[in-house]
């Protein structure tokens, strides 16, 4: 009897998180990305550059340069009403960190300004990954991705497919379901569609942007809901069908959430 109530709860909970809530423009995963720049020597200075540069405003800016500079360069100074940019750099086990956040330009090269005036530039670099992480080494002016693009994915994968996996698993357990078969179910229908929504918002990423990756989750998961939900609905053993379905859509309505906030860190 007290099972039965602490479901029925559970179920009035996930109502009320579908009623319509107050949505925010502002809501939603943010990209980062952060660069370790090597050999940074005193009297150096850096300014990130970008094809797009007109287009954005770095938030904290540290000083006014010269229009004919910015234009030459590139220089990711932007205007006051482009798209803000925050930025910062801290040193990191001997490294230099620059990190970003909030939005990213789609590329990313850097100008080093040295002591004597001269000026040296590295190359572009386009972004490809939600969360991409680069290295520069001022000595040459290399950019480039500190590893490998399919192992970058694949990280990107774990460090939201493993934390959904031990949600949903742990949810799993409160609703009630125990035995082989219901463990073997939930594992196989979470690496199809965990899959899916990862080769998917990869693919897009890689060939429309990081903000068209990020609008594209909405739409598979709500995909994904239907076909978990029928496919849970049918193949959990011990309950109800429509415990099942409750259960597939309380589970991929926390993952989501959790998969948004992952996607910030």
């Given at each position: 009897m007290k099972a039965q109530k602490v479901f029925r709860l559970w179920v009035a909970a996930i109502i009320l998180l579908l009623l319509p809530t107050r949505v925010y423009a502002d809501m939603g995963p943010k990209p980062s990305l952060n660069i370790k720049i090597k050999n940074f020597e005193e009297g150096y200075k850096l300014y990130p550059s970008s094809k797009e540069y007109k287009d954005y405003t770095l938030i904290n800016r540290n000083e006014d340069l010269s229009q004919e500079f910015v234009d030459r360069y590139k220089i990711l100074n932007g205007i006051d009403k482009g798209i803000p940019i925050q930025s910062y750099y801290k040193e990191e086990g001997g490294y230099l960190l620059h990190t970003y956040s909030y939005r990213v330009p789609p590329t990313i090269r850097y100008i080093c300004l040295e002591a004597d005036g001269s000026v040296r530039e590295s190359n572009y670099f386009q972004i490809k990954v939600f969360n991409e992480n680069l290295a520069l080494d001022l000595e040459t002016m290399t950019l480039k991705r500190s590893v490998p693009l399919a192992v970058d994915y694949?990280?990107?994968?774990?460090?939201?497919?493993?934390?959904?996996?031990?949600?949903?698993?742990?949810?799993l357990y409160f609703f009630g379901y125990r035995g082989r078969h219901n463990f073997k179910v939930f594992l196989l229908i979470n690496l199809i569609t965990q899959g899916i929504l990862h080769i998917t918002c990869s693919y897009v990423c890689f060939k429309y942007g990081f903000l068209s990756a990020g609008l594209t989750m909405v739409p598979i998961e709500i995909f994904i809901i239907i076909v978990e939900g029928v496919y849970l609905g049918k193949n959990l053993q011990g309950k109800t069908t429509l415990r099942n379905v409750v259960y597939a859509i309380s589970a991929n309505i926390l993952s989501f959430l959790l998969g948004i906030s992952l996607y910030t860190i």
């Open positions: 694949l990280l990107q994968f774990l460090k939201t497919f493993l934390p959904t996996l031990a949600l949903e698993f742990a949810l």
